[in-house]
Nanobody, 121 residues
Framework: DVQLQASGGGLVQPGESLTLSCAGS????????TAWFRQAPGKEREWVSC???????YVQDSVRVRSIISGDTAKNTISLQIRDLRPEDTGVYYC???????????????WGQGTQVTVSS
């Protein structure tokens, strides 16, 4: 059974950091492009970042200078670290895979269940 498991979310104060992890089960993440999307309450799901098969990374402008994306082939994970978190970063973060990177929801055919990130003082 193929699954993606997103974890690492939580309640943090503005300015703090979080590292989200997407773990693959029954799938080798290094063979796919892995993206992060987020969805705030009442809003559409939006693209955040993508880690491609060749290791290239693509990041949304609003988080680019505050984020680090990394892959760990031994653990079969893709991680997204966001520093200096802001209230507007609040939402459910999902990881998803496709053969190549893209920025739209429909491009990705496999999704994890999401992890909640809440940034609030």
């Amino acid at each position: 059974d193929v699954q993606l498991q997103a974890s690492g979310g939580g309640l943090v104060q503005p300015g703090e950091s979080l590292t989200l992890s997407c773990a693959g089960s029954g799938i080798t993440l290094s063979h796919y492009a892995t993206a992060w999307f987020r969805q705030a309450p009442g809003k559409e799901r939006e693209w955040v970042s993508c880690h491609s098969i060749d290791g290239s990374t693509y990041v949304q402008d609003s988080v680019r200078v505050r984020s680090i994306i990394s892959g760990d082939t031994a653990k079969n994970t893709i991680s997204l670290q966001i520093r200096d978190l802001r209230p507007e970063d609040t939402g459910v973060y999902y990881c998803a895979t496709a053969m190549t990177c893209g920025t739209v929801v429909a491009w990705f055919d496999r999704w994890g269940q999401g992890t909640q990130v809440t940034v609030s003082s």
